[in-house]
């Protein structure tokens, strides 16, 4: 089950305890994160908080963010050296 994701998001299970019940969300910035409701593990994706220019501009801010978020989550597969902190484009 993912809570917060959509259908057509890729999102790996989770690489500590192997669980696929992730949950999707961000507080009121565009800045999302991956969480894990088994174990807690998460990852935060890039912020892209500060553009208030637009309305078709924050919600590109929102799509960026939650793609930096799957993305960054995603590279946390087992076996891969965590670089979550790199940012993602
Ligand atoms: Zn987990």
Redo the contacts with the bound molecule.
């Keep these: 089950m993912h809570i917060g994701l959509e259908p057509n998001n890729k999102v790996s299970p989770?690489p500590?305890?192997?669980?696929d019940n992730l949950d999707l969300h961000n507080t009121h910035t565009a800045c999302y994160t991956v969480e894990?409701i088994?174990?807690?593990?998460n990852v935060t994706g890039k912020s892209f908080g500060t553009n208030r220019r637009s309305e078709d501009l924050t919600l590109r801010d929102h799509r960026n963010a939650k793609s930096s978020a799957l993305a960054a989550w995603n590279r946390r597969a087992p076996g891969k050296a965590c670089d979550c902190l790199r940012g993602a484009k």
């Design positions: 989770c500590f305890c192997g669980g894990c088994s174990c807690g593990a």
